[in-house]
């Protein structure tokens, strides 16, 4: 475990070649995403809430990045503008560093500041780490899609996948929680 420190900010176009490497690590272990490619940057910026993306960076040098998160829509239906579904993916050189925990933490927050009222996270149930993690923030799990997909590639070709979905309520601008409205 190394004791550098880091700062988490938004992201930058420069960053994006880091973050494709990390989305593509995170592919590797077939239990990030059913995606089978990191999207280009276009694709990257159409499908993401840009005020939501952070990266996390060394302090000594704000380039290196060591993990990044974001959020997009849930649904294009107006009635769910306020749902948004998070990403979150760490270099495997910067796990056990509390990166993970602080870039979640910053997405509350944006996603607070913007108005939204729900975070869902789809996790397949063998990723333990982040059932950990959104489970640490305050996220339930609160249901699972049995057989969501086939996956096409990697070492779980052919196998139908079961996704836990998580779910965190923010605090509506009134103060009170989308449950308690």
């Not at 996390?56 to 649904?75: F, I, M, Q, R």
């Not at 933490?105 to 607070?112: F, K, N, P």
């Not at 789809?122 to 305050?138: K, M, T, V, Y």
């Not at 070492?155 to 309520?169: P, S, Y």
């Amino acid at each position: 475990m190394s004791d550098k420190r880091f700062i988490i900010r938004p992201l930058e176009q420069s960053d994006y070649a880091q973050v494709q490497e990390i989305y593509e690590h995170g592919l590797d272990t077939g239990h990030a995403t059913f995606e089978r490619h990191a999207p280009t940057w276009e694709q990257f910026q159409n499908k993401k809430i840009m005020d939501t993306v952070f990266v996390a960076v060394e302090e000594e040098d704000n380039t290196t990045v060591l993990g990044w998160v974001s959020a997009a829509p849930v649904s294009q239906r107006e009635v769910f503008h306020g749902v948004v579904e998070d990403s979150i993916y760490i270099h495997p050189g910067a796990r056990g560093r509390g990166v993970a925990g602080a870039l979640l933490d910053r997405l509350i927050q944006a996603c607070e500041e913007l108005g939204k009222w729900a975070i869902h996270s789809w996790i397949f149930p063998e990723n333990e780490g982040s059932a950990a993690l959104h489970s640490s923030r305050g996220f339930e799990k609160v249901g699972t899609f049995s057989h969501m997909a086939k996956m096409p590639y990697g070492e779980l070709a052919g196998q139908w996948r079961d996704t836990d979905v998580w779910e965190k309520l923010l605090p509506k601008p009134d103060g009170k929680a989308a449950h308690e409205a």
